[in-house]
RNA sequence: GGAGACGUCGCAUAGUCUGGUCUAGUGCGCCACCCUGCUAAGGUGGUAACGGGGCAACCCGUUCGCGGGUUCAAAUCCCGCCGUCUCCGCCA
């Protein structure tokens, strides 16, 4: 939900961020018309719903004639008070509904679509394996070979897009969500199992189901939503509460499993576990003031990158454009690691600036030295998930289909240095 | 799944049977001030959120788990839902 405040007193800013997304900025003026309708019309029931409540206080000491004189009145006030009170919650109902449809305003990030990111800086260089005089094998032969992952047997039992992680698979999952924890505890980060099941109000609070609803699992039966990250139990964990933000930001780092329906990506990264309907992943989460927002965004993106660091991938980050950010979003980094035999980027994690979109609908509030309230920032941002495992297999992997760990894993599996394929 | 009890302002509770004097009382906590020769004791006042109006002091409205209903009027009566606890059943 964007500020109210802000579209009354600067619609431009608002329409100004709807055409960089390039979303209606008709509907700024839609909700401008809907938030005067919503006032007058307030103002209306307001003032008869307090006649009334006056004439109600007549009426309780009232005798006689004179009772039934004022209870015709109140009769006829009642109706009034009860058509006035219905148009108000129509006029505000309106009013939800278009500023639920109006994304977050973008702050900073470049123009243009999902092509026309900003290429921030890159770390580290892709092996040549030309020059080291082999052909590099894809992150799935690597994974059979290693008897570490089985799509096939995932399909079997679930469909496409899932898979197993068998073995040494498994291992390596739980050693790399293992280290990004423990990163994140030594940062002062409060770790978090957390429910994958969530309330439509959550679920909506966190901006999940606008333009993207179809990319979220509904359990129709029980009407809850299958999170697609631990961000929306993170956000919703202080949903309606007036948080203590004066020792510094709330950090949570969430481990999940996360579900996606992957509805519009028919035929896109079918090989192998890249893109999967399940898949587990441990995010950071932070409350901080608004005005700390910015710069908590630059240290998420750190602690991503250190986490990269430890498992030695080259990588680039980009600055998201305004048209390629979630409705939440005012801005997005996102980290993305060579794929060698793709030749590409691989997104593998994504930190964004919900600034106080996400609080305003969930209710989470701050007090200020002014004893008033306020909604808080909130932001978030990967630090691993299963597909970081796709750029370890293969930017690791060496000629004879074995694959190095990286020294930062090592510890996590019993000090194992190299990945050996199976016979 | 069955039966019962409960859900009121930060916490604890009164109020619900018998609808209007509830502008939701009280205690604790917290804040300010006063008193006191010390970190005790005492006194006075204040102490929810959300929305609307106003330059402001302030005024008004909404909210007693949530949503409907009855009524001139609902914390209070009726219906549905959610949550917590206790017992029973079933299953890990």
């Given at each position: 939900?964007?500020?109210?405040?802000?579209?009354?007193?600067?619609?431009?800013?608002?329409?100004a961020?709807?055409?960089?997304?390039?979303?209606?900025p008709?509907?700024?003026?839609?909700?401008?018309?809907?938030?005067?309708?919503?006032?007058?019309?307030?103002?209306?029931f307001?003032?008869?719903?307090?006649?009334?409540k006056?004439?109600?206080?007549?009426?309780?000491?009232?005798?006689?004639?004179?009772?039934?004189?004022?209870?015709?009145?109140t009769?006829h006030?009642?109706?009034?008070?009860?058509?006035?009170q219905?148009?108000?919650?129509?006029?505000?109902?309106?009013?939800?509904?278009?500023?639920?449809?109006?994304?977050?305003?973008?702050?900073?990030?470049?123009?243009?679509?999902?092509?026309?990111?900003?290429?921030?800086?890159?770390?580290?260089?892709?092996?040549?394996?030309?020059?080291?005089?082999f052909?590099?094998?894809?992150?799935?032969?690597?994974?059979?070979g290693?008897?570490?992952?089985?799509?096939?047997?995932?399909?079997?039992?679930?469909?496409?897009?899932?898979?197993?992680?068998?073995?040494?698979?498994a291992?390596?999952e739980?050693?790399?969500?293992?280290?990004?924890?423990?990163?994140?505890?030594?940062?002062?980060?409060?770790?978090?199992?957390?429910?994958?099941l969530?309330?439509p109000?959550?679920?909506?609070?966190?901006?999940?189901?606008?333009?993207?609803?179809?990319?979220?699992?509904?359990?129709?039966k029980?009407d809850?939503?299958?999170?697609?990250?631990?961000e929306?139990?993170?956000?919703?964990?202080?949903?309606?509460?007036?948080?203590?933000?004066?020792?510094?930001?709330?950090?949570?780092?969430?481990?999940s499993?996360c579900?996606?329906?992957?509805?519009?990506a028919?035929?896109?990264?079918?090989r192998?576990?890249?893109?999967v309907?399940?898949?587990?992943?441990?995010?950071?989460?932070?409350?901080?003031?608004p005005?700390?927002?910015?710069?908590?965004?630059q240290?998420?993106l750190a602690?991503?990158?250190a986490?990269?660091a430890?498992?030695?991938?080259?990588?680039?980050?980009?600055?998201?454009?305004?048209?390629?950010?979630?409705?939440?979003?005012?801005r997005k980094?996102?980290?993305?690691?060579?794929?060698?035999?793709?030749?590409?980027?691989?997104?593998?994690?994504s930190?964004?600036?919900?600034?106080?979109?996400?609080?305003?609908?969930?209710?989470?509030?701050?007090?200020?030295v002014?004893?008033?309230?306020?909604?808080?920032?909130t932001l978030?941002?990967?630090?691993?998930?299963?597909?970081?495992?796709v750029a370890?297999?293969?930017?690791?992997?060496?000629?004879?289909?074995?694959?190095?760990?990286?020294e930062?894993?090592?510890?996590?599996?019993?000090?194992?240095?190299?990945?050996?394929?199976?016979?």
């Amino acid at each position: 939900m964007i500020d109210l405040r802000l579209l009354r007193d600067n619609p431009d800013v608002v329409r100004a961020s709807q055409l960089a997304r390039g979303d209606d900025p008709a509907l700024v003026d839609a909700a401008l018309d809907a938030d005067a309708r919503r006032r007058s019309s307030l103002t209306e029931f307001e003032s008869l719903r307090a006649e009334q409540k006056a004439l109600g206080k007549q009426v309780a000491k009232a005798q006689g004639d004179e009772k039934a004189e004022l209870l015709t009145r109140t009769k006829h006030l009642a109706e009034q008070v009860k058509a006035r009170q219905a148009e108000a919650s129509d006029a505000e109902k309106q009013l939800d509904e278009l500023l639920y449809g109006i994304a977050n305003v973008v702050e900073g990030a470049p123009p243009g679509g999902e092509d026309d990111y900003v290429v921030v800086k890159e770390v580290g260089t892709p092996r040549d394996f030309a020059a080291e005089g082999f052909a590099p094998r894809d992150h799935l032969e690597l994974g059979e070979g290693l008897a570490a992952i089985d799509t096939a047997r995932g399909a079997k039992v679930s469909g496409s897009r899932f898979y197993f992680l068998t073995g040494i698979g498994a291992r390596l999952e739980l050693a790399l969500l293992n280290a990004a924890v423990d990163q994140a505890v030594s940062a002062g980060f409060t770790p978090m199992i957390t429910p994958t099941l969530v309330k439509p109000d959550t679920m909506r609070g966190t901006g999940f189901l606008g333009s993207h609803a179809d990319e979220v699992y509904h359990l129709e039966k029980d009407d809850l939503y299958l999170v697609g990250t631990s961000e929306v139990a993170l956000a919703g964990y202080h949903a309606d509460e007036i948080i203590d933000l004066s020792a510094g930001p709330k950090r949570y780092a969430g481990w999940s499993a996360c579900y996606r329906r992957e509805a519009g990506a028919a035929g896109r990264d079918t090989r192998g576990i890249i893109r999967v309907h399940q898949f587990h992943k441990v995010e950071m989460f932070s409350y901080c003031d608004p005005e700390d927002a910015a710069a908590e965004h630059q240290r998420l993106l750190a602690w991503e990158e250190a986490m990269l660091a430890k498992v030695e991938l080259p990588y680039r980050v980009i600055d998201t454009a305004a048209g390629d950010l979630g409705t939440s979003a005012a801005r997005k980094f996102d980290c993305e690691a060579w794929l060698p035999t793709q030749e590409r980027f691989l997104e593998l994690t994504s930190t964004s600036n919900c600034t106080t979109f996400q609080a305003r609908r969930l209710g989470v509030r701050e007090r200020t030295v002014d004893g008033t309230t306020r909604p808080v920032a909130t932001l978030n941002g990967t630090l691993g998930t299963t597909r970081w495992i796709v750029a370890i297999l293969e930017n690791h992997q060496q000629a004879d289909g074995s694959v190095r760990v990286p020294e930062g894993l090592r510890p996590y599996l019993g000090g194992l240095e190299v990945l050996e394929p199976v016979a």
